[in-house]
């Protein structure tokens, strides 16, 4: 049992100290009046004493008013006191690698120069087949999503539910991080994603057309970052070295020259921090990729236990309003009590 904010119970006092003031003032204003009185009878005792009458008792419905008014301002101050009841849950992992996957979803990514069976198809849809399939192959892997453009963002962080990442890059499309291609951005946010996981597996995915346009960071320099912090990069390079690439622009296919392919880079990227560099035309790219992560060290089985809340504070808040409900109508309530007391 736990109150998310406990020093509500302090409102429990309000009508304590509501109560001593009122006494107060009563006992001031009986002084005052003692004290205009100027006309003493001369047998003030016997006079008291023959006008003396026992002390009405309270009545049944008046006890049961303040019991009410009781019950509605402790079932309200208990409300909001928020109370929850903690469930423990425990997550287990087993051994497995921490796989974080950066996408380029630039506007180059549109480009047409890839084609299956006889059509003609973009370089996304390629990515999306390509990182499909690797995703069915890493069970018991712990994966997270990248997408770049103009900037870096995080679209799934590190979890075991691969089907949900897999749901998200299916759905992603291009410029929906701009038009161009911060890789360096990407490369650094997925090391400031990985260093917090334990090393020996910690590997970055790298899948860009090569060109860096954009971003504050130098590909280079991120790829040496993550080799600092023990991070495997393995690029995977999209594209096509055709000097004119088709491309869909405003509703027209058209060609542009300048959406060229930078293998060199995705190679020096791959070494520097000691992985691999593929073509992602190439079929037996994700069986080499796969094999090359199971070369290194799984993170160790953990577990961990957290504990969810379940929010009370329906029980109380429904006491006050039933306390507030038979206040309502008193009427009928004491023609209730008499029938009872009748019977």
Sequence with gaps: MHFHWPWMVFLLI???????????????????????????????????????????????????????IVLLWLGLTFALMRPQWLQPHTEERIEGYDLMLAVDASHSMEALDFSVKGQQVTRMQVVKGVMGRFLDQRQNDRVGLIIFGNQAFVLSPLTLDRKSVEQLLLNLVPRIAGDGTAMGDAI?????????????????????????????????????????????????????????????????LTTRSDLGF???????????????????????????????????????????????????????????MLALLLGLFPGARLRKLRRIGHA
Excluded: C
Aim: charged share 25%; no cysteine; proline share 6%.
């Design 14 to 68: 309000l009508p304590t100290v509501q109560w001593l003031l009122s006494r107060s003032r009563r006992s001031v204003e009986q002084d005052q009046r003692q004290r205009r009185t100027t006309l003493l009878h001369p047998s003030l005792a016997s006079l008291q004493s023959a006008f003396a009458a026992a002390r009405p008792q309270r009545s049944t419905g008046s006890l049961i008013q303040n019991l009410l």
């Design 188 to 252: 650094g946010l997925g090391v400031k994603k990985l260093r917090e996981r334990p090393p020996g597996s910690r590997v970055l995915i790298l899948v860009a057309d090569g060109e860096n346009t954009a971003g504050t960071i130098p590909p280079l320099e991120a790829a040496k970052l993550a080799a600092k912090e023990g991070i495997r990069i393995y690029t995977i390079g999209v594209g096509s070295h055709q000097k004119e690439v088709p491309i869909v622009e405003d509703g027209r």
């Design 262 to 320: 930078d293998e060199t880079l995705m190679r020096e990227l791959a070494e520097v921090t000691g992985g691999e560099y593929f073509r992602a035309s190439d079929t037996d790219a994700l069986e080499k990729i796969s094999q090359r992560i199971n070369e290194l060290e799984k993170t160790r089985a953990e577990s961990r236990t957290v504990y969810v809340p379940y929010p009370l504070f329906r029980w109380p808040l429904g006491l006050a």
